[in-house]
């Protein structure tokens, strides 16, 4: 099964919840459309940087290429809800479709990775592809990583997050 936003009008990563149990999305929507992908954060994150390493490369190639941050509008950022997430997402790529001049991300269910030409024909496979502007994917991964850096504060005596439950902190020696 295969899910197509082209172009998408709407695309996010973000998440909800409270800091320490926060759950992650990637959103895309074309008008009353929704696809819903659930994530972990650590995808947002590696998403992000992908983004930007694989618009730099776009860049090499197209000098004139549109990727400035400012959009004609200013860019949903919200979830749009009922938040109905897909699937979990496993493998996350990228591409470029130089016709359309358009980014794709292509988002695959967790645990359903098969051969590449067998896809097709696996009715079992959902797949997702999201087509949109490189503004509007530059946008999202900086979205997304503030969201990701925005989580749970950090001590600064083991580095490791503090719980909103508090923290049993390996390095006080029994000290708060
Ligand atoms: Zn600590």
Redesign the pocket.
């Known amino acids: 099964m295969l899910i197509e936003i082209k172009p998408a009008d709407h695309l996010i990563a973000s998440c909800v919840g409270k800091p320490g149990n926060r759950t992650f999305y990637i959103q895309a929507a074309k008008e009353d459309e929704i696809l819903t992908i659930l994530c972990e954060k650590f995808q947002v994150k590696q998403l992000a940087g992908g983004i930007r390493q694989f618009v730099e490369r776009l860049l090499e190639k197209h000098p004139n290429l549109e990727t400035s941050g400012l959009l004609d509008t200013l860019p949903d950022l919200a979830l749009r809800r009922p938040i109905d997430p897909l699937f979990r997402v496993g493998e996350i790529g990228i591409g470029y479709d130089e016709e359309s001049e358009l980014m794709v991300l292509i988002a695959q269910e967790l645990g359903q990775e098969v051969q590449e030409d067998d896809y097709q024909d696996d009715p079992e496979t959902v797949k997702a592809r999201i087509w949109a502007t490189c503004s509007q994917m530059l946008q999202m991964a900086d979205h997304g990583e503030k969201q990701v850096l925005s989580g749970r504060p950090i ?1 600064g ?2 580095m ?1 997050p503090i719980d909103s439950e508090g ?1 049993f ?4 020696n029994g000290h708060k």
């Open positions: 001590c005596n083991c490791q923290h902190c390996p390095n006080s």
